[in-house]
C-alpha cells in the first residue's frame, strides 16, 4: 500500500497542476498519486521549467481511476491481456487508460504533450513530439 502524499507534497503538486487538472489527479489512487509525484520530481530535477512535461508526468495515468481497480485487480487484467484471454469490461478500462486518460485531458484542453503521453506513455514517440522529451517522460515512468 503506497502512503498518500504529505500536506507538502500536495502544495507541490497543486502548484503544478491547472484547476480541472488537479481535481482528476486527486480522484487518482494513493499509490498512482504517489508514482505520478514521483516521475514528476524526476522530470523537475531535470527541466525545472518545463512545466508542460511535469504535468504529462503528473498526469499520465489518470485513466486508471475509471477502473477502480486495487493492485490484485490490475495484476489479474495485465495477466489476462498477457496471456491474450478475455478481460472483463472492467477490466479493460484499466488496460484502457491512457486513450481514457487523454480524452478527459483533451476535454481540459490540455497541453500536446500531456494528452499523447497519457494516450500513448507504453508506446514510442508520436509525431510532432520531440523525442528527447518523450525520452525524459518514459524514463521517469520507469520504462
Do not use: M
Not at 489476462?80 to 488496460?95: E, G, I, Q, T
Amino acid at each position: 500500500r503506497s502512503r498518500p502524499l504529505t500536506p507538502t507534497e500536495q502544495e507541490q503538486v497543486s502548484g503544478w497542476l491547472r484547476a480541472g487538472e488537479e481535481s482528476l489527479f486527486w480522484r487518482q489512487q494513493a499509490l498512482d498519486q504517489r508514482h505520478a509525484l514521483n516521475c514528476a520530481v524526476l522530470i523537475a530535477d531535470h527541466l525545472p521549467g518545463r512545466t508542460d512535461l511535469i504535468r504529462a508526468a503528473l498526469l499520465h495515468d489518470i485513466g486508471k481511476r475509471h477502473s477502480h481497480l486495487g493492485i490484485g485487480g490490475r495484476v489479474a487484467a495485465s495477466s489476462l491481456a498477457l496471456l491474450r484471454l478475455p478481460v472483463p469490461s472492467r477490466w479493460r478500462r484499466y488496460l484502457d487508460h491512457g486513450p481514457l486518460g487523454a480524452a478527459d485531458l483533451a476535454g481540459l484542453e490540455a497541453e500536446p504533450i500531456v494528452v499523447a503521453f497519457a494516450a500513448g506513455h507504453h508506446g514510442g514517440v508520436p509525431s510532432g513530439v520531440d523525442p528527447s522529451d518523450w525520452s525524459l517522460l518514459r524514463e521517469a515512468d520507469g520504462e
